[in-house]
């Protein structure tokens, strides 16, 4: 293995072991998503800016996956129009705002909502919690303090108030992004590679799965699974699934 493979590896293996140890929080961020689940409520999920979208793709129609997950996929913020137009878009304070009335989100009070952005500083991200306190829903903040504690209060990046996501919500799970995202050196580069925040912000979303579905049980309630459509009954499996989260989770269908 060279050197940089086994870099990568060893950092990786590094923070997940630190993940693993935010288990307190994500057993309480769990039980918030299960009494939801209970009362038949779906729960909203939010990256907020480029490829902190894809947290919440992760869990969106996902084989040993929540079916009641209503992924929030904006397209101002996809990479699909444009990696610098999402940055812009991402940095546009207000905008949050009007994404979440377009999903109906926070409709009913005490809906949970969970924000993934790995710096937890952008407009979009810090508007989403803010509205959600708002909203009086319960939120759960997906984040990294590695960067929002340095990140000087007037970087262009950040939110006109200086505001960090794990300040706001109201349960915070550290996903330990390292420091300036990618971790692997090579040669004389100033600039690292091998980016990890994808990695960390899917890893607890997976974790935050398996947790809720644990407490489901202990409720005494089936959790709505989906199976692998690619696999022998799965598409009649998933059909009743379909039936009942279709129309609450937008991109679903």
Known sequence: MNKQFRQYRDII????????????????????????????????????????????????????????????????????????????????????????NAYDVGITPGEVIIIVNAYGINSMTIDAALESKKRKMSSIGVTSRSFADVVAKDHPSRHPTGKNLYQIVDIFIDNHLPYGDAVVDVDDMDQKLGPTSTFCNSLVMNLLVIETVKALKELGIEPPIFRSANLPGGDTYNQRLFERYGKKCKHLL
């Not at 994500?26 to 209970?38: F, P, R, S, V």
């Not at 979208?53 to 444009?82: K, P, Y």
């Open 13 to 100: 293996a590094r923070v997940v072991d630190e993940i693993i140890g935010e288990e307190k929080a994500i057993k309480n961020a769990a039980t918030l998503m299960a009494g939801a689940i209970q009362k038949d409520q779906v729960i909203h999920v939010l990256g907020p800016g480029g490829h902190s979208n894809m947290a919440a793709e992760e869990v969106l129609w996902r084989a040993g996956g929540l079916a009641c997950m209503n992924s929030i996929l904006d397209a101002g913020t996809n990479l699909i129009h444009g990696g610098r137009r999402s940055l812009l878009i991402e940095r546009t304070p207000g905008y949050a705002v009007s994404v979440m």
